[in-house]
């Protein structure tokens, strides 16, 4: 059962998630929240940036990590809107993440439950408890309306 806090954030990484979609970014957002504030917001941003590290969770982990002044990020919940790749879930890992909370799943490129279980690896020294499945079917929805649009105007130029 989800509650209704978790709700409640991922409605606003879903925000966060748009403004990427409006950018022509891939749409997908995070924000990181600690003691029940954001610490931390991100949102899509490797094109514009010139930036393959700028993916909307390692965003949010940067200004949350300068507004602690401390790149550990104990008791942090990390929410974003589609599972976490590769590099991200090792920058959750190495901010000691207590908590990911992620929307639909990756089923490419997903290194949570989809192509790799990263946070079960045997060398990982630090487990993020994993919510997934928070609003799902709008995140899902989102992307799926991005990409479908975007094919529309490749056919259409």
């Known amino acids: 059962m989800t509650d209704q806090v978790d709700i409640d954030w ?10 990427a979609a409006d950018l022509g970014e891939v749409p997908v957002g ?26 909307a969770e390692i965003i949010a982990l940067r200004e949350a990590a300068l507004r602690l002044g401390n790149y550990r990020l104990p008791g942090a919940q990390l929410y974003v809107t589609l599972e976490p790749c590769m590099m991200c879930a090792g920058a959750m890992i190495h ?9 639909a799943t990756e089923p490419k490129a997903g290194a949570i439950v989809s192509q ?3 946070f079960e690896l045997a060398h990982v020294n ?8 928070v609003l799902a079917a709008e995140c899902s929805a989102q992307l799926s ?13």
């Open 10 to 19: 991922m409605k606003r990484a879903l925000a966060l998630a748009q403004q």
């Open 30 to 55: 995070a924000l990181v929240v600690l003691d029940g504030q954001v610490i931390g917001t991100g949102f899509n941003q490797p094109i514009g940036a010139h930036d393959p590290c700028a993916h």
């Open 95 to 103: 901010a000691r993440i207590e908590r990911l909370i992620f929307a």
């Open 116 to 118: 790799l279980n990263s």
């Open 126 to 133: 630090h487990r993020p408890a994993v919510t997934s499945g």
């Open 145 to 157: 309306g991005f990409f479908r649009a975007r094919r529309a105007a490749k056919r259409g130029s």
